[in-house]
């Protein structure tokens, strides 16, 4: 995908959301007071479960913070709204990990490694190939993009061989769910609001399918200062853990911040592995974590969304990561 293309869907995917984060945020801007956080996330258990879990146990006021969350439809938008100094931090899927890659943000902390991602087809439609020439949606720059692109690869072929259609998740689901499009690259639990209108759909592709461990990550813009993003490590580490102790507890808390009932949020966390802060430190001690990052961004650049790939060190703080641990 060329350059200029990744620069308009972004422009577009930011125009659409920036009434709903205008509606969401206070009128000062993000970051202008040191003691205050602006948090972007995303409506799912791996965006949520820690900034949930941070609030009630009130790990922000422990390190002298207030913390303002607001959601976002995907990670590009928040990187977007990151560079513009709209939030001081966010989350990304595996999808958008080639934006801090490329510089426009900061890797601070690892979250998870997620197995949410699918490609999916209307009923009947049961391999990559009978996609070929069929109408497929896709939130571009996401991880829903990231499986489709895997699966073309896998399949031989490439978008090329698809009508790919750019839309973001909720015109994904319903586009599929009116037989507008014949396949899509998503994730759950979109995926599971999909099932229940059209439960004979197809999962095509899947990340499980690929081997591979794709993780999701917390972000910071670069213009906000280390004193910070020690602070907010540390909430992050200490929030993480607690997840870790209280997979149950974890998982009421982040149904009552998305608005959704345990169910949902138990099906959407069991596409999630989750770590302790002490396997998340020792991974990127041993390197384990530059390299699963390295894999990544040998993807982006055979996709054309990164035209090198830059040592992890570059756009990853684990050494601070590390350092705040060990502290």
């Keep these: 995908m060329p350059g200029s293309t990744i620069r308009r869907t972004l422009s577009a995917l930011f125009a659409a959301t920036v009434l709903t984060f205008a509606t969401n945020a206070c009128s000062t801007g993000a970051g202008q007071d040191d003691d205050t956080v602006d948090f972007g996330y995303i409506s799912d258990y791996n965006g ?46 595996p999808g958008a990990m080639w934006l801090p890659a490329s510089g426009k943000a900061k890797v ?65 689901v319903s586009s599929f769910t009116s037989g507008k499009i014949d ?36 972000v910071a813009g670069n213009r906000v200062p280390e004193k910070k993003n020690t602070k907010v490590i540390k909430v992050l580490q200490q929030a993480n853990d607690w997840r870790a102790q209280h997979p149950e507890e974890s998982i009421a808390l982040a149904a009552k911040m998305l608005h959704v009932t345990r169910e949902q949020a138990t099906a959407d966390a069991s596409h999630v592995r989750t770590l302790s802060t002490d396997e998340l430190a020792a991974q990127t001690e041993s390197g384990a974590m530059d390299r699963r990052l390295k894999k990544l961004g040998d993807f982006f650049v055979r996709n054309k969304q990164l035209e090198k790939n830059p040592d992890p060190s570059d756009y990853y703080a684990g050494d601070l990561y590390r350092k705040v641990h060990g502290g």
């Excluded at 993009?145 to 399949?155: C, G, S, T, V, Y």
């Excluded at 998503?186 to 004979?200: G, L, N, R």
């Design 48 to 93: 949520a479960s820690l900034l949930a879990i941070a609030q009630e146990q009130g790990l922000w006021k422990k390190q002298g913070l207030t913390a303002r969350t607001k959601v976002f439809n995907n990670g590009p938008v928040q990187i977007q709204a990151l560079g513009s100094g709209d939030l001081d931090y966010g989350y990304i899927g």
């Design 183 to 218: 396949g899509a690259g998503i994730f759950y639990p979109s995926i599971d609001t999909i099932k229940k209108k059209v439960p004979k759909m197809e999962e095509v592709a899947s990340t499980k399918d690929t081997g591979d461990v794709f993780p999701t990550a917390f």
């Design 108 to 172: 601070v902390a690892v979250n998870t490694f997620t197995y949410a991602d699918r490609v999916i087809a209307q009923p009947g439609i049961t391999s990559m190939r009978d996609l070929k020439g069929k109408r497929v949606g896709v939130p571009e720059g996401t991880s829903g993009d990231m499986i489709l692109n895997i699966a073309l690869e896998k399949a031989g072929m490439t978008t090329g061989d698809i009508q790919k259609i750019a839309m973001d998740p909720s015109t994904v």
